[in-house]
């Protein structure tokens, strides 16, 4: 009887420490309003793929509140589990090809499309998706998360994690500005094109603070590494609406430039800038003649969009 009683103990004891030890290897998600952080980040994913339905994205709105406000009240405590789903590659399995294979000829009347977009949407691709909205909704509260970021965006990561890990540091905020300015301007580095993204999107959310990287970006319209490089940095600079004179003087001196792609970018990236690019008006005006007409349908619709800002900010209020 004391041997039975002593197993038993020792099976409670054995299965105590299993219990503490997977607690430890798998910590249990943090939660707001009784639901775990996962459901919240995969509402951020269901609104990155519902961008393009206006209807839908709209019907979402009172969830992605509310998974803002999880997000603020879970704060860092998020970042394990955001830096753990953000490593999904999103290569189709090859159970998704048999079965799309399989449903093709069985069922004809059913809009496969369909049933491949709700398949490619699972809970698993979602929460990879919704994690750049949540460092996003995390901004600053998430700097410690740019040293594994960093790892991601510059290791041997899938190219979709390193993809969105370069748009977190993006949206983290100036912290992560050094980190991806050493990026832009090394032509070996596998995210460089993602990093002028990543930076347009950290001036578009946190203003000023990011001009600093003007004269990176301006360094970089001159790049002869890659013919893309000029391309992105001129698009990047549109963001910076602030206008300083070394941004229009690179970009309208692009207008002149032998590469059609990069008088486009350049009028693009102008217009965008709007009021503030009065002075480039002359030669944006220029370029109306330029012998390509994507060139000159981009100065036309510039000078549409600067005008009519610097009137409307003129007007007497």
């Known amino acids: 009887m004391n041997k039975r009683r002593t197993l038993i103990i020792l099976a409670i004891c054995l299965a105590a420490v299993v219990a503490a030890v997977v607690s430890f290897i798998h910590p249990r998600e943090p939660r707001y309003r009784d639901r775990p952080l996962s459901d919240y980040v995969t509402v951020f994913g269901r609104v990155s793929?519902?961008?393009s339905w206006e209807h839908e994205h709209l019907s979402l709105e009172p969830e992605r509140q509310e998974a803002i406000a999880a997000l603020h009240s879970i704060g860092t405590n998020a970042l394990p589990f955001l830096l753990k789903w953000i490593q999904w590659d999103p290569q189709t399995p090859l159970w998704r090809t048999n079965l799309a294979n399989q449903l093709r000829p069985s069922n004809p009347s059913d809009n496969l499309d369909a049933v491949l977009v709700r398949l490619e949407h699972s809970k698993r691709e979602r929460l990879a998706a919704g994690t750049e909205i949540a460092f996003q909704v995390?901004?600053?509260q998430a700097v410690s998360a740019i040293p594994r970021l960093t790892r991601l965006m510059d290791g041997p990561a899938p190219p979709y994690a390193a993809d969105t890990a370069t748009?977190?540091?993006g949206a983290i905020g100036t912290n992560s500005l050094p980190t991806l300015l050493a990026v832009i301007h090394n032509p070996k580095h596998p995210r460089r094109l993602m990093a002028f993204s990543a930076i347009a999107f950290m001036r578009n959310r946190c203003g000023p603070s990011v001009d600093a990287a003007v004269p990176h970006l301006v360094e970089c319209l001159s790049d002869t590494n890659d013919p893309q490089v000029p391309l992105w940095a001129a698009g990047a600079l549109g963001q910076f609406d602030s206008a300083s004179p070394l941004t229009l003087t690179a970009l309208t001196n692009c207008l002149t430039s032998s590469n059609t792609h990069l008088r486009f970018r350049s009028a693009d990236a102008l217009g965008r800038i709007g009021g503030p690019a009065v002075p480039a008006l002359p030669a944006l005006t220029n370029a109306l003649s330029d012998p390509d007409a994507t060139v000159s349908s981009a100065a036309s619709n510039a000078i549409f969009q600067?005008?009519?800002?610097?009137?409307?900010?003129?007007?007497?209020?």
């Open 49 to 51: 793929a519902a961008d």
């Open 306 to 317: 600067i005008t009519s800002e610097a009137l409307t900010n003129a007007s007497p209020r």
């Open 167 to 169: 748009m977190a540091l």
């Open 138 to 140: 995390l901004g600053t």
